[in-house]
């Protein structure tokens, strides 16, 4: 698939995917005790919710770049100060998070494109852009027309799917390579049956000691027999707090759309050299990178 079918075909895939899980994840990503508001506040550096909000709340203009169906969205806007303006932007969804988002007044979402020119949209003091960039086609360019964006000492902060074990790489590849050719009502039966075997693997808790394989990129250590394959050998995504269709939506979200680029720390890091932003922060999980930076003054690119 060229680079122009890929851009289109993952463009209709969120399309479909937002469309038929317009309302889901809205509750369980603000609700500080799930896992996916943990995730979200431990892998942007943060100990505890009251870090998070006070960090949200020292800024004034926010903006949610890909901001989906308007989870993080709404979060986001639950922690800032009552003056800031929040906007999200989305280039197939935003229709679907104007609608979730309609009853905060502080908050505005437009469709675009975030490898073209986002000017039109003012500059921000905070650009949250997580599980985004690797589904543009040029993710660096994409990066780079936000950090375009950012006033004089604003921050960035971007997650990344990062290069993963050979085994997994590979299976991935395979089952995306066939997933992504269907239509999203072709798919389903493919990713029910991944959804289905990750729920009957998550059902053994129990953990197991693994000896390291390092040809094969299998780290040693303690995990159970649905993390071990979900790490090692390929996605089965299953959480017990979420509902088989939230379940679902995530194993979706993986292998229908058809960009999917994955990448290295000292990659992500050269992104926020080239563009003179310091970083203040860096995370890498077994799934991706996390990175927050701030845009330097011309003081302090002097100082440098």
Not at 235 to 262: G, I, Q, T
Not at 272 to 281: G, K
């Amino acid at each position: 698939m060229d680079i122009e079918s890929s851009q289109h075909q993952t463009s209709r895939s969120f399309k479909d995917k937002w469309e038929n899980f317009s309302s889901d994840f809205l509750d369980i990503t603000a609700d500080e005790t799930s896992d996916i508001y943990q995730w979200i506040m431990n892998r942007n550096g943060f100990a505890s919710p009251n870090e998070f909000r006070n960090w949200v709340s020292t800024k004034n203009r926010i903006l949610d770049a890909g901001c989906g169906n308007g989870r993080v969205t709404r979060l986001l806007q639950s922690y800032a100060n009552v003056n800031a303006h929040i906007v999200g932007l989305d280039l197939v969804a935003a229709k679907v998070a104007a609608k979730n988002l309609s009853d905060l007044s502080n908050v505005e979402v437009h469709p675009a494109d975030l490898t073209q020119s986002l000017d039109q949209f003012g500059f921000f003091d905070l650009i949250y852009c997580q599980e985004v960039l690797h589904h543009t086609d040029n993710p660096e360019l994409a990066f780079q027309r936000l950090t375009d964006q950012l006033t004089e000492n604003g921050e960035i902060a971007i997650y990344v799917y990062k290069e993963k074990a050979p085994l997994r790489e590979f299976a991935d590849d395979h089952i995306r390579n066939q997933i992504s050719q269907m239509s999203f009502e072709e798919s389903r039966d493919a990713i029910s049956q991944i959804t289905n075997f990750a729920k009957v693997m998550a059902k053994n808790s129990e953990s197991i000691e693994i000896p390291g394989v390092d040809c094969l990129g299998i780290e040693s250590g303690s995990w159970t027999v649905q993390r071990l394959i979900y790490n090692f050998m390929f996605k089965n995504f299953w959480n017990d707090e979420l509902s088989w269709d939230e379940n679902y939506a995530v194993n979706y979200d993986w292998y229908h759309p058809s960009l999917c680029s994955r990448h290295t720390l000292e990659e992500v890091r050269d992104w926020f050299h080239r563009n003179t932003l310091e970083i203040l922060h860096e995370t890498v999980d077994p799934y991706g990178i996390t990175i927050r930076g701030v845009k330097l003054s011309n003081s302090r690119k002097l100082q440098q």
